[in-house]
Nanobody, 114 residues
Framework: QVQLVESGGGLVQAGGSLRLSCVAS????????MGWYRQAPGKQRELVAD???????NYADYVKGRFTISRDNAKNTVTLQMNSLKPEDTAVYYC????????WGQGTQVTVSS
């Protein structure tokens, strides 16, 4: 079994910053991709950013230049630094880890007020 624990969500004003972290633990041999997704009310879950084991990153167009994803392979941790937040970034953010299968965190709420 693999457990994912997310932290760092909260309420912030537009233009502010938040940092999300996700730590994976349990039966982990080697983590392939790690990433962050988000789901706003009434919308489908969508990719925010992901990162391969070797550090290659991929960002959704709407966060490019504002968000930065990073990972620490030794600590099985993925982090999302979110700057210049906008009200439309409000959503539940989920960590996803790909090992032999997909594993998802419980989600952390990010609310950006205008």
């Amino acid at each position: 079994q693999v457990q994912l624990v997310e932290s760092g969500g909260g309420l912030v004003q537009a233009g502010g910053s938040l940092r999300l972290s996700c730590v994976a633990s349990g039966s982990i041999f080697a983590i392939n991709a790690m990433g962050w997704y988000r789901q706003a009310p009434g919308k489908q879950r969508e990719l925010v950013a992901d990162i391969t084991r070797y550090g290659s990153t991929n960002y959704a167009d709407y966060v490019k230049g504002r968000f930065t994803i990073s990972r620490d392979n030794a600590k099985n941790t993925v982090t999302l630094q979110m700057n210049s937040l906008k009200p439309e970034d409000t959503a539940v953010y989920y960590c996803r880890v790909v090992i032999r299968g997909d594993y998802w965190g419980q989600g952390t709420q990010v609310t950006v007020s205008s």
